[in-house]
């Protein structure tokens, strides 16, 4: 979630490391549990991005379907 999704550009900030946690909690239960979609975590993260941190940046899709892409090609290693 940090390298990939990173909506707020914390990345650097040694101190900010854990920031995305409680999102990427969620990421992988809904990955797991409920077998959930790219488009399914793409729609959270976005929710999450524009609702809870009140980013409207256009480029906020892109990433978190990106982002979401990259998660749901992790699926085959669990």
């Known amino acids: 979630m940090l390298r990939d999704w990173n909506p707020i550009g914390i990345s650097g ?38 609702e809870d941190m009140g980013l409207s940046d256009r480029k906020m899709a892109n990433l978190c379907d990106r982002a979401a892409e990259l998660v749901v090609a992790l699926r085959s290693n669990f």
Do not use: C, R, S, W
């Not at 409680?22 to 409920?34: F, K, Q, R, S, T």
């Open 13 to 50: 900030i040694p101190e900010a490391k854990d920031e995305y946690d409680d999102y990427a909690d969620v990421v992988l239960g809904m990955l797991i549990h409920e077998n959930a979609t790219a488009k399914d975590i793409a729609g959270y993260l976005f929710e999450i991005a524009t």
